[in-house]
């Protein structure tokens, strides 16, 4: 097996509409393609992170909390980041941590999924990031 990259990840979701709102117009996530009952989010390259309506038969029980399910996405400021999503009434699960590689926060999302998001350190004082996601674990 020779796996190239990640396509996408897939969030069973509650509510699409509410989803589409946190991860398009609250995280600003732009939106690649669009059907009645999918939603793939994410910038040209890249992975992509799609939204799919939880069945109605089948009960949505579980947050990522219980599960370990962690989205990990890289911003650029992280205190800025946190300011805008406390306005927006955003849950943070876990504040700000700084840690050597970088700062570390975990919101969650509307269905309990949780969120990481990481600013990496590239000062002059840290060997160079690589360029792939280095974040925390909620613990």
Same mark, same amino acid.
């Given at each position: 097996m020779n796996i190239k990259r990640i396509g996408n990840i897939i969030l069973e @979701?509650? %509510? +699409?509409?509410?989803?589409?709102?946190?991860?398009?117009?609250?995280?600003?996530?732009?939106?690649?393609?669009e059907r009645r009952n999918w939603v793939d989010l994410g910038r040209e390259s890249g992975g992509v992170l799609s939204l799919h309506p939880a069945s109605i038969t089948t009960s949505h029980s579980t947050s990522s909390k219980e599960n370990g399910?962690?989205?990990?996405?890289? @911003?650029? %400021? +992280?205190h800025s980041a946190i300011d805008e999503l406390n306005s927006a009434k955003v849950e943070v699960f876990r504040d700000?941590?700084?840690?050597?590689?970088?700062?570390?926060?975990?919101?969650?999302?509307?269905?309990?999924?949780?969120?990481?998001?990481?600013?990496?350190?590239?000062?002059d004082s840290k060997d160079k990031q690589t360029t792939g996601y280095v974040?925390?674990?909620?613990?």
């Open positions: @979701v509650k %509510d +699409l509409d509410a989803s589409i709102k946190f991860y398009h117009e609250i995280l600003g996530m732009p939106i690649k393609n399910i962690l989205i990990g996405l890289t @911003v650029g %400021d +992280l700000i941590q700084e840690r050597q590689a970088g700062k570390n926060a975990v919101i969650l999302d509307p269905d309990g999924y949780m969120i990481s998001l990481f600013e990496p350190d590239f000062s974040g925390f674990t909620p613990e």
